[in-house]
Structures are given as structure tokens and as C-alpha cells.
């Protein structure tokens, strides 16, 4: 998750206080971004996750956080001991290896804190050449910020298309939250 601090956005005249979920690919750059209203649920975790993974089209060896309280209990130093229940039944859905920094260390998640940065100057660059940060509706927000994030994705599509080759499949997983009643 990371807050647009770089940039405002109004929904019709009216100011939108929201967060984004972030996920990226660390070889290839592949990004996806959902806006979040309120704040780092699970469920904005796990929605997140998944139409990330769904656009991806496949599912990683290992998902990588810091200590987001929607992913960890965050009252012990041993990971596999310290997971949500929900948070573990969803990577063991996806089969899917959860992994986080150590506590207190940001900069050994490098490989999304620096492109969280990235992304919001494109966002709020793209604003200023849009001529306004004012949008009709949340969806139509949804696909402006989609918009930016599929042109950087066309730039590294020969590393995507690499770093694909690995990921498995996820077509034969249905949605987590239609099976389980987790939230």
C-alpha cells in the first residue's frame, strides 16, 4: 500500500482520501495498481492480490510485504509462526509463499519502495498533462491510474514476457473470497 502524498484527486469537485495497492513484479517491473478507501484491510490486501494476479495472468513463487498488520499478527519475530489465519489460507490458495522484510527494515524491501515513488510521479505527471485531477466517478479514476500504469508495462514487455514464463498458471483457482467467507 502507499499514499498518494505527491497528488490530490477530486472525485466530481470532491476531495478523495484513499490509498493505493501496489504490486510489482521485482525482475520485470510489471506493475498493477487498485485504488483503496479506507485503510490496509485484509480485504483490500486480498482483493488487491488477486485482480493482480488475475490481470498477471499467473501466480508467483512468493509474495513479498512489509509487516502489514492485514498479513501479520506482528507480535513475534518468526514469520511462519506470525501470520493472519486469513492471510495464510490466502497464499496457501494460490499456492503462493508469503515472505516479509524483517521488522523495522523498509529498505530491505527495496524492490517496491523506490518504484512506489516512481509510480506517483508518473501518476502526478499524467495529471498535469490531463489538465485536471478531477474524475467523474472512481471507476473512471480506476482506469486513468490503470492507463498509466499499462503504458510503463508496454515499455518492459520483453521481461514480462520473461519473467511469465515462470509464474503458474492461475486459471485453474477460483476466486478466494468467492469460496471462502473470510471477511
Known sequence: ?????????????????????????????????????????F??????LQNALWRLGGCPQEHRTDSLSAAYKNLSNHPQQDFTTKY????????????????????????????????KRRIAQTLILRGSSDFESIVSYQSFLQFVVNRHNRYHHKQIDEEKTRLKPCDNFKHYLCQKRCL
Open 43 to 48: 480485504q483490500a490486501l486480498s482483493q488487491g
Open 88 to 119: 495464510e489460507q490466502l497464499c496457501q490458495h494460490y499456492q503462493i509463499t508469503p515472505t516479509r522484510n524483517n521488522l523495522g527494515k523498509s529498505h530491505e524491501n527495496g524492490s517496491i519502495e523506490g518504484p512506489h515513488g516512481h509510480l
Open 1 to 41: 500500500f502507499t499514499t498518494p502524498k505527491t497528488f490530490q484527486v477530486t472525485i466530481q469537485g470532491k476531495p478523495f482520501k484513499h490509498l493505493l495497492y501496489h504490486f510489482r513484479l521485482a525482475y520485470s517491473g510489471w506493475s498493477f495498481i487498485q485504488v483503496v478507501q479506507g485503510g490496509e484491510s
